[in-house]
């Protein structure tokens, strides 16, 4: 297992550097890509002075939807523990902030570790969010019955909303958090990015992409933190001539993209499969929660966590995304101070908003067209057009 200081050198990202880097002050730094129709790695050539890319195609003409989604963020980061309620035992998990998809299965490992042992009998899951489901799954594989309570059911769920790179970024403060909670992250990275990569393919939808990331200027020690960058494999950075982008500098690796639709679909279907149970119920307190007859409950509630158990570190950050029709031949990510662009087979995401302690899910008019422009000015500008 790699040390959590190994992993900050890496790809993780905190409130502080993900500011830092969002210019606009709403750049967020998540951005995958698409793939082949046979669903496997579809990876674009080496980068040079002929690399072309097809632009995406702009316009407000072109939109077919606005999302909002609001990210359970503290910046103590994720919260893994256990604690007694009544005569229950009460495992909570939740406040992963932007990486909700990325730390779903090492957290729910992390969880499932802490709240197994020594049971018997059957389970109950609060949440249908990916952390619920990566949650009832675990149980499920660890032999016990599972029976998951939730509000909402994909397709309604912030879970739904989320980007879906493989990416642990925007979801806790450097200066917040401690190192006991830095060894369950670096635990939970660990298991997440494995379990991920043998899941690749369409069933699940999730794929490896190329990342085009604007960087600059490139770093004095850039061949450094390459070597030390496990999980963006292939990073290296491109200068002028090298890219077709209206920058300097830009990093390109390959990640993976999980398409949160297909994935949490199959999810269901899992869990359904192998026996489990989905009832939609609403808890109002922990009253409500210590009535459950399983005597061992798992807290996935994300947001809902503040109002349900009193988490009052747990706060919203707003994020607006925009969508345009699908672009097959779009087959890379882009992401920078203007916002991120990925493809997904149900269209052409652009996102590049941030707000926290913000809890409307209405569209902003004025958020769509700031996105909007801002890609524009890139995607209407690359140097080589394929």
């Given amino acids: 297992m790699r040390s959590a200081a190994a992993w900050e050198s890496g790809p993780l990202i905190g ?28 990876l674009l050539p080496a980068a040079g002075p002929s690399l072309c890319l097809p632009p995406v195609k702009v316009s407000r003409e072109r939109v077919i939807r606005e999302l909002v989604g609001l990210r359970p963020y503290r910046d103590g980061g994720f ?3 256990a604690e007694t309620l009544a005569d ?18 090492g957290t729910s490992r992390l969880a499932t570790e802490l709240g197994l042992q020594g049971h018997q009998g059957p389970v109950a ?33 912030t879970s739904n909303i989320a980007g879906g790179q493989w990416l642990p970024s925007y979801y806790y403060d450097g200066g917040s958090v401690t190192p006991e909670w830095r060894i ?17 393919g369409q069933a699940y939808g999730i794929r490896w992409v190329t990342h085009f990331f604007e960087a600059s200027p490139r770093p004095p020690d850039a061949g450094l933190i390459a ?14 001539g090298e890219h077709p982008f209206p920058m300097e500098w830009v990093r390109q690796y390959q990640v993976m993209f999980i398409e949160p639709h297909r994935f949490l679909t199959r999810l269901m279907q899992d869990i359904r499969g192998a026996g489990g149970r989905i009832a939609v119920r609403s808890f109002q307190s922990p009253a409500d929660v210590a009535a459950l007859s399983e005597s061992l409950v798992f807290n996935c509630t994300g947001l809902g966590s503040r109002a349900l158990f009193g988490d009052q570190d747990l706060r919203p950050v707003r994020g607006q995304l925009v969508v345009l029709p699908p ?16 493809p997904r087979s149900d269209g052409i995401i652009l996102g590049g908003s941030y707000g926290e302690d ?29």
């Avoid at 229950?88 to 299965?105: C, D, E, F, P, Q």
């Avoid at 619920?132 to 059911?153: C, K, W």
């Avoid at 960058?229 to 290296?236: A, Q």
């Avoid at 672009?327 to 662009?341: H, I, L, T």
Wanted: hydrophobic content about 40%.
């Fill in 358 to 386: 913000e809890w409307s899910t209405v569209p902003d008019p004025a958020t769509t067209d700031r996105i909007l422009a801002s890609h524009q000015g890139v995607f209407d500008n690359l140097a080589c057009k394929g």
């Fill in 79 to 81: 919260v893994v523990r």
């Fill in 15 to 42: 409130r502080r550097q993900f500011v830092a880097s969002a210019g606009l002050g709403a750049a967020a730094l998540v951005l995958p890509g698409c793939t082949s129709p046979s669903g496997q790695r579809a």
């Fill in 227 to 240: 070597a030390n960058s496990p999980t963006r494999p292939g990073l290296k950075w491109l200068g002028p």
């Fill in 88 to 105: 229950k035992r009460l495992v909570h998990n939740y406040g992963h902030g932007g990486a909700g998809i990325t730390l779903s299965w």
């Fill in 125 to 157: 899951v609060l949440g249908a969010g990916v952390i619920g489901l990566t949650t009832a799954r675990l149980v499920q594989e660890a032999g016990f019955p599972v029976t998951i309570y939730a509000h909402s059911l994909p397709p309604y769920t």
């Fill in 184 to 200: 369950q992250n670096a635990a939970a990275i660990d298991y997440a990015y494995r379990r991920f990569q043998i899941m690749v």
């Fill in 327 to 342: 672009q097959p031949e779009v087959n890379y990510a882009y992401s920078g101070r203007g916002g991120y662009m990925f």
